[in-house]
């Protein structure tokens, strides 16, 4: 009965809004600044902070998060940014760059579809431009912790509280920045630090010659399709088809995350000439590492020193990387193309020799690779590749990613992904577009996605398909296919957006569903809904279904929640929001904040019988202080009938700015 209430309202305003009454567009739904001219994401890690569970099982969210700090201290001017600046921001494709500098060039302002196609884009001047001093201070806690088995038993050696501290300095051409991190069960409240000095200008040294980039402590890297080198974070998410195919390479970035994965400790910088750049990097730092007899036994990329095992293997095994890329960039207008070569060698002061005998992972001392990248993009057609060569003592490998981005039409766009990721090619720093393709190895597949619009600014539907294989240790080869269509439906006679997903997942041939407990269907409804300029609203709508391929039996989820942000003035916000949710077994589970990053990091499963619910408040003070708090908890029983579990975290967070 709920679901055909729900139908017939949709309909109702879809029949209403072609009846003449809704051709003014909104200014509320839309932006009343129209285009916008600048990118700070510094919203983003604080709506991140706000709506998601600090509890993680991956460090994917961490990167994804908290590099964004770095993107929102130097602020991407739209209205005058290069190619190389509006590759630095990942809410857009190719094709978007594209049509923003072909309005530019024309005297027109970018399409403002353009920027409501992200909510990361703020409208007026920089808020954080030029100098200034910005203080972090998160701490989250968990107020039932002290009562977990692994506080009772010793095992966590130190206090629940999870802390982020971070002090970023910006001046005109230099950014300092300072992170602390601790997590929950970690003893050291100074557990992980990073910190780097960069420019953020390019300094002339020649008439032609200048320094483009210089790094000083911390930093990361990423080029080409990401087989050598990956920005370490999975791409934004997003309601679209075509937005992450193609991988976004930032080169040589100052590193200010608090995440432990993935990153280099040393010196970096590029040197640029006309169409010539040169980058050089040179790392030497400690990494985790379990040592039996003077070898290596296993790497851990967790970052966690909570309980005695964790704390031995802190800081065991060094790694010393020396590497360079070289480029060619003929063209860096409204077209775009440039061609690179990448080659780095990676030394470990013990040798690695991993004890599980099926291990697919690295063995030895002495690691190098290189790679050629190609990236252009033509009118109405982009494209990207990389090919990479692999030579250690784990032996010799090649590696292939091509992705393709184009609009044959005016309404349509088209996208398409080749990965060929043998087993035995080994990138500890790489990371690619794929289905299991993180780590870039261990998988062969294709994507191809489209997305048509069939009323601009209105309504446009996308389709894609993911198709992979990759080898198992002992069960031979393993198939895995992604299926989605959506749609998404922007109203103009009242400010509400509808967004529809159907996706299927499955270990197995196409269509075939394997015994494991990712492999479901699900279907996706979410409305939002600006109710006046202070009161925004949110509605979504989720079912799950896992089918055994044992006994064929059927698991099933549901889930309906509703989410309320409310700015009685500009210097207030709250929000607060509740979901319902039902799932027979684990297998049909849902996870916590799917809604902002599906797919992107683990979160929290929820399972069983249970609602979840949050309440979050920021407010500002002097325009320089902000001051924002969260609580959230989770009530459910895992079982029918059985013992009810609640789950609670509380997080304060605090930014002085000036």
Same mark, same amino acid.
């Given at each position: 009965?709920?679901?055909?209430?729900?139908?017939?309202?949709?309909?109702?305003?879809?029949?209403?809004?072609?009846?003449?009454?809704?051709?003014?567009?909104?200014?509320?739904?839309?932006?009343?600044?129209?285009?916008?001219?600048?990118?700070?994401?510094?919203?983003?890690?604080?709506?991140? *902070? #706000?709506?998601?569970? %600090?509890?993680?099982?991956?460090? /994917?969210?961490?990167?994804?998060?908290?590099?964004?700090?770095?993107?929102?201290?130097?602020?991407?001017?739209?209205?005058?940014?290069?190619?190389?600046?509006?590759?630095?921001?990942?809410?857009?494709?190719?094709?978007?760059?594209?049509?923003?500098?072909?309005?530019?060039?024309?005297?027109?302002?970018?399409?403002?579809?353009?920027?409501?196609?992200?909510?990361?884009?703020?409208?007026?001047?920089?808020?954080?431009?030029?100098?200034? @001093?910005?203080?972090?201070?998160?701490?989250?806690?968990?107020?039932?912790?002290?009562?977990?088995?692994?506080?009772?038993?010793?095992?966590?050696?130190?206090?629940?509280?999870?802390?982020?501290?971070?002090?970023? @300095?910006?001046?005109?051409?230099?950014?300092?920045?300072?992170?602390?991190?601790?997590?929950?069960?970690?003893?050291?409240?100074?557990?992980?630090?990073?910190?780097?000095?960069?420019?953020?200008?390019?300094?002339?040294?020649? %008439?032609?010659?200048?320094?483009?980039?210089?790094?000083?402590?911390? =930093?990361?890297?990423?080029?080409?399709?990401?087989?050598?080198?990956?920005?370490?974070?999975?791409?934004?998410?997003?309601?679209?088809?075509?937005?992450?195919?193609?991988?976004?390479?930032?080169?040589?970035?100052?590193?200010?995350?608090?995440?432990?994965?993935?990153?280099?400790?040393?010196?970096?910088?590029?040197?640029?000439?006309?169409?010539? $750049?040169? $980058?050089?990097?040179?790392?030497?730092?400690?990494?985790?590492?379990?040592?039996?007899?003077?070898?290596?036994?296993?790497?851990?990329?967790?970052?966690?020193?909570?309980?005695?095992?964790?704390?031995?293997?802190?800081?065991?095994?060094?790694?010393?990387?020396?590497?360079?890329?070289?480029?060619?960039?003929?063209?860096?207008?409204?077209?775009?193309?440039?061609?690179?070569?990448?080659? &780095?060698?990676?030394?470990?002061?013990?040798?690695?020799?991993?004890?599980?005998?099926?291990?697919?992972?690295?063995?030895?001392?002495?690691?190098?690779?290189?790679?050629?990248?190609?990236?252009?993009?033509?009118?109405?057609?982009?494209?990207?590749?990389?090919?990479?060569?692999?030579?250690?003592?784990?032996?010799?490998?090649?590696?292939?990613?091509?992705?393709?981005?184009?609009?044959?039409?005016?309404?349509?766009?088209?996208?398409?992904?080749?990965?060929?990721?043998? $087993?035995?090619?080994?990138?500890?720093?790489?990371?690619?577009?794929?289905?299991?393709?993180?780590?870039?190895?261990?998988?062969?597949?294709?994507?191809?996605?489209?997305?048509?619009?069939?009323?601009?600014? @209105?309504?446009? !539907? &996308?389709?894609?398909?993911?198709?992979?294989?990759?080898?198992?240790?002992?069960?031979?080869?393993?198939?895995?296919?992604?299926?989605?269509?959506?749609?998404?439906?922007?109203?103009?006679?009242?400010?509400?957006?509808?967004?529809?997903?159907?996706?299927?997942?499955?270990?197995?041939?196409?269509?075939?569903?394997?015994?494991?407990? #990712?492999?479901?269907?699900?279907?996706?409804?979410?409305?939002?809904?600006?109710?006046? $300029?202070?009161?925004?609203?949110?509605?979504?709508?989720?079912? %799950?279904? *896992?089918?055994?391929?044992?006994?064929?039996?059927?698991?099933?989820?549901?889930?309906?929640?509703?989410?309320?942000?409310?700015?009685?003035?500009?210097?207030?916000?709250?929000?607060?929001?509740?979901?319902?949710?039902?799932?027979?077994?684990?297998?049909?589970?849902?996870?916590?904040?799917?809604?902002?990053?599906?797919?992107?990091? @683990?979160?929290?499963?929820? =399972?069983?019988?249970?609602?979840?619910?949050?309440?979050?408040?920021?407010?500002?003070?002097?325009?320089?202080?902000?001051? /924002?708090?969260?609580?959230?908890?989770?009530? &459910?029983?895992?079982?029918?009938?059985?013992?009810?579990?609640?789950?609670?975290?509380?997080? !304060?967070? #605090?930014?002085?700015?000036?």
């Amino acid at each position: 009965m709920v679901r055909a209430f729900a139908i017939s309202i949709f309909f109702t305003l879809l029949l209403f809004e072609k009846t003449g009454y809704g051709q003014i567009l909104s200014d509320s739904a839309n932006g009343s600044t129209g285009l916008t001219d600048l990118f700070d994401a510094s919203e983003l890690s604080n709506q991140v *902070f #706000l709506r998601t569970s %600090e509890e993680i099982f991956g460090q /994917e969210l961490q990167f994804l998060t908290d590099d964004f700090e770095r993107l929102s201290m130097s602020p991407v001017q739209i209205n005058n940014a290069s190619w190389k600046d509006l590759q630095l921001l990942p809410a857009l494709s190719d094709l978007d760059r594209y049509r923003i500098l072909n309005d530019r060039r024309n005297g027109v302002l970018p399409e403002t579809e353009i920027s409501a196609a992200s909510k990361y884009f703020l409208s007026g001047s920089a808020k954080r431009a030029g100098q200034h @001093v910005l203080i972090r201070s998160r701490i989250v806690l968990d107020p039932g912790a002290d009562t977990q088995a692994v506080y009772r038993s010793g095992s966590y050696r130190g206090s629940p509280l999870k802390t982020v501290s971070r002090i970023i @300095v910006n001046t005109d051409d230099i950014l300092f920045s300072f992170v602390e991190a601790k997590d929950p069960g970690e003893p050291l409240y100074f557990d992980h630090l990073t910190g780097c000095l960069a420019l953020t200008h390019s300094i002339p040294i020649t %008439e032609n010659v200048a320094l483009a980039k210089c790094v000083l402590g911390d =930093y990361s890297l990423s080029f080409g399709n990401g087989l050598l080198f990956a920005s370490g974070y999975s791409q934004l998410p997003s309601h679209g088809a075509n937005l992450n195919v193609m991988p976004r390479a930032g080169g040589i970035e100052p590193y200010v995350s608090s995440s432990s994965f993935r990153y280099f400790r040393g010196a970096a910088g590029e040197i640029s000439a006309g169409i010539f $750049s040169l $980058s050089g990097f040179y790392s030497e730092r400690m990494i985790d590492a379990t040592i039996d007899s003077n070898v290596a036994t296993s790497i851990s990329s967790t970052g966690y020193h909570r309980t005695a095992a964790e704390l031995a293997r802190r800081d065991a095994l060094q790694s010393t990387v020396i590497g360079e890329h070289f480029s060619i960039t003929p063209l860096n207008s409204n077209n775009y193309f440039s061609i690179g070569a990448s080659g &780095y060698t990676l030394s470990y002061n013990k040798p690695i020799m991993p004890v599980d005998s099926t291990s697919l992972g690295f063995r030895g001392m002495h690691h190098s690779m290189v790679s050629i990248d190609m990236h252009g993009i033509l009118s109405f057609l982009s494209w990207s590749g990389e090919y990479a060569q692999m030579n250690s003592d784990a032996g010799k490998a090649h590696a292939l990613a091509i992705s393709l981005l184009g609009a044959p039409l005016e309404i349509l766009e088209i996208s398409m992904n080749y990965r060929e990721l043998p $087993s035995t090619f080994i990138s500890p720093f790489g990371g690619t577009f794929g289905i299991n393709a993180s780590d870039v190895q261990n998988e062969t597949g294709w994507y191809l996605g489209s997305k048509l619009t069939l009323l601009p600014r @209105v309504l446009w !539907v &996308y389709a894609s398909g993911n198709f992979s294989r990759s080898l198992s240790i002992g069960t031979g080869m393993l198939h895995y296919s992604d299926l989605r269509i959506g749609s998404k439906y922007s109203m103009h006679s009242i400010p509400l957006q509808l967004l529809f997903e159907l996706r299927t997942y499955g270990r197995g041939m196409l269509f075939s569903l394997a015994g494991d407990s #990712l492999s479901k269907t699900s279907l996706r409804l979410d409305a939002d809904l600006v109710v006046s $300029s202070s009161i925004h609203l949110g509605v979504r709508e989720e079912i %799950e279904q *896992f089918i055994s391929q044992h006994d064929n039996t059927k698991s099933n989820g549901n889930l309906i929640g509703v989410k309320i942000r409310y700015a009685p003035i500009r210097e207030l916000t709250i929000g607060s929001g509740i979901i319902f949710f039902h799932a027979d077994s684990y297998a049909a589970r849902f996870y916590s904040n799917e809604a902002d990053f599906p797919g992107a990091a @683990v979160f929290v499963a929820l =399972y069983g019988t249970g609602y979840r619910y949050y309440l979050q408040c920021a407010g500002t003070i002097l325009n320089s202080l902000v001051l /924002e708090a969260r609580i959230a908890e989770t009530d &459910y029983a895992s079982i029918p009938g059985g013992q009810r579990l609640r789950k609670m975290t509380a997080g !304060v967070q #605090l930014d002085l700015a000036f």
